[in-house]
């Protein structure tokens, strides 16, 4: 995350910038340019040699005992297989991991899963004059709107970021809930709604929020972004409790103090709750991205293995590409051996080596 935050920075313009979260208990925020974002991205896959199949979707595990033999995988050339010598499972929802076998909750204990979200940018917004209010959440003209049914009830609190560029705001405020992610209708349906609240709600900003009266909507998702489906059941399973005590494991692949940041499990309650005491983290231990069994599995992302309180501060994007860092990092030094049998401080040397901070011995507080 650091690297790609970095090569965007140095760009002449700089296509990122690092600032204040203005919501509570979350520190910076790294905002970019989308597109070139993507596009680096994509270069620096490139640059590591990655062979990329976009399109395809993995459909299966072929078992061999307690091995992933191959996985079949299908994109518009038809149905292919793919041999491998572990697999790494960063698809947030998990298909292939469980049905290897892999066990897994869905939600919480009740099965509740965080809304999903489908996001939009304001351009051309006078952001000075929109972002005038101290309210982060534009509660009170939201409730006007809502009173008068030109909002949706669930949007209480209007979340809005300054983006990136000077104009631009993006809206990161319509949540549909009890969706099930790992349905395609669901995320179809949800998906059509979510277009009807966010253009809803952008007719309600241009005309309720000064600073956006000329401004207009792009970039509507092309899908809603899905928070929580499967949490697989990993060697360890990483808790609110372990976050809470500031644990930092001997296997810890990632320093980090994300807030609980819980939108809309049950009801319409959102939490921004700090889980550490300030200047102070919690580490993600390898253990939680290994399941208990296959040899040849590791997941990274927001499929680990966690408790709900856990997960709704694990689940943020720097954490899981740190995840994924770590899990391809543990493949190469595994070779051919099991997942399970890595020796971990070997793992925490090589991410060491790599610029990670705050594992192993390296004690962050008060720096
Ligand atoms: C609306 C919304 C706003 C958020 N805001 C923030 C934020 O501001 N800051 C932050 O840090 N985090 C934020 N998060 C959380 C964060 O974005 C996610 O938790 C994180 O991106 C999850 O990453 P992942 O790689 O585990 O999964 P995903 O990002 O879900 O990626 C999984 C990928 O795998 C693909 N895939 C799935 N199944 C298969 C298959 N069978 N075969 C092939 N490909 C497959 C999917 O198409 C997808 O591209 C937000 C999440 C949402 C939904």
């Known amino acids: 995350m650091d690297e790609l935050a970095g090569r965007l920075m ?29 596009t680096t991205m994509f270069e620096m896959l490139e640059e590591a040699g990655v062979e990329l199949r976009l399109g395809a979707t993995a459909t299966a595990p072929r078992m061999r005992s307690n091995r992933i033999h191959a996985v079949d995988v299908f994109d518009r050339h038809g149905a292919q297989t793919v041999y491998p010598r572990m697999v790494i499972d960063c698809s947030g929802d998990g298909d292939i991991s469980a049905k290897a076998g892999v066990p897994y909750d869905l939600g919480d204990a009740s099965g509740n899963m965080m809304g999903v979200t489908l996001t939009f940018m304001m351009v051309g917004a006078d952001v000075t004059r929109v972002f005038a209010d101290p309210d982060p959440y534009f509660t009170a003209q939201a409730a ?9 009830e669930d949007l209480g609190k209007l ?9 631009t705001v993006f809206c990161n405020s319509v949540v549909i809930r009890g969706v099930d992610g790992t349905d395609p209708a669901n995320v179809t349906r949800a998906t059509q709604e979510g277009r009807r609240r966010c253009l809803q709600m952008a007719d309600f900003l241009r005309s309720d929020i000064a600073g956006f009266e000329t401004a207009r909507m792009m970039y509507l998702g092309p899908t809603v972004g899905v928070r929580e489906t499967r949490k697989l059941h990993g060697q360890y399973r990483i808790t609110g409790a372990d976050l809470a005590a500031g644990t930092k494991f001997p296997d810890g692949i990632v320093a980090c103090d994300n807030p609980i940041d819980d939108v809309m499990r049950a009801d319409v309650s959102m939490t921004h709750d700090a889980i550490v005491g300030a200047g102070d983290y919690y580490t993600i231990p390898f253990r939680a991205l290994v399941p208990e069994t296959i040899e040849n599995l590791m997941f990274a992302g927001r499929i680990l ?3 709900p309180t856990a997960f709704a501060s694990v689940r943020g994007m720097p954490q899981c590409i740190a995840m994924g860092q770590a899990c391809g990092t543990a493949a190469a030094l595994a070779g051919a051996d099991p997942a399970q ?5 070997k793992l925490v040397a090589a991410l060491q080596s790599q610029g990670l901070r705050g594992l192993g011995d390296e004690d962050l507080r008060g720096q």
């Open 159 to 167: 979340y809005l970021m300054r983006g990136f560029h000077p104009d």
């Open 10 to 38: 140095s760009m002449d313009p700089p296509a990122a910038e690092k600032r204040p979260c203005t919501l509570e208990n979350f520190g910076a925020e790294i905002q970019y340019d989308h597109d070139i974002a993507t």
């Open 144 to 152: 006007r709107g809502i009173a008068d049914g030109r909002l949706h």
């Open 305 to 307: 293995s966690a408790d």
């Open 341 to 345: 049998t890595l020796d971990h401080a």
